[in-house]
């Protein structure tokens, strides 16, 4: 089995900045492409921003566009969630996952099949 644990989520002003990481262990050589999705209070979990297997590609939300990057390295089995000019609506539970049987990203929470446990992200106003 995969399992995945994101570390880095916290509190920070609005206009701040946090890095998330989510580091994979166990049969680490089964994850392909990657991805972080939110889900903030009283609404459900939507996708965030992804990475191919390789790094090369990645798609994001219109929301985050210009203000997180995501990254990987495959060497240590760690991807990361940069975001920063962090907004009161980023607030949320930041969730990594990962695709056991593709290379591309994608935004679909059902091509996804290991999910971290979440890390809280609160932009304060």
């Known amino acids: 089995q995969v399992q995945l644990v994101e570390s880095g989520g916290g509190l920070v002003q609005a206009g701040g900045s946090l890095r998330l990481s989510c580091a994979a262990s166990?049969?680490?050589?089964?994850?392909?492409?990657m991805g972080w999705f939110r889900q903030a209070p009283g609404k459900e979990r939507e996708f965030v921003i992804a990475i191919s297997w390789g790094g090369a590609r990645t798609v994001d939300a219109d929301s985050v566009k210009g203000r997180f990057t995501i990254s990987r390295d495959n060497a240590k089995n760690t991807m990361y969630l940069q975001m920063n000019n962090l907004k009161p609506e980023d607030t949320a539970i930041y969730y990594c996952?990962?695709?056991?049987?593709?290379?591309?990203?994608?935004?679909?929470?059902?091509?996804?099949?290991?999910w971290g446990q979440g890390t809280q992200v609160t932009v304060a106003s």
């Open positions: 166990g049969r680490a050589f089964n994850i392909y492409a």
């Open positions: 996952a990962a695709r056991s049987d593709g290379t591309q990203p994608s935004t679909r929470e059902s091509e996804y099949a290991y």
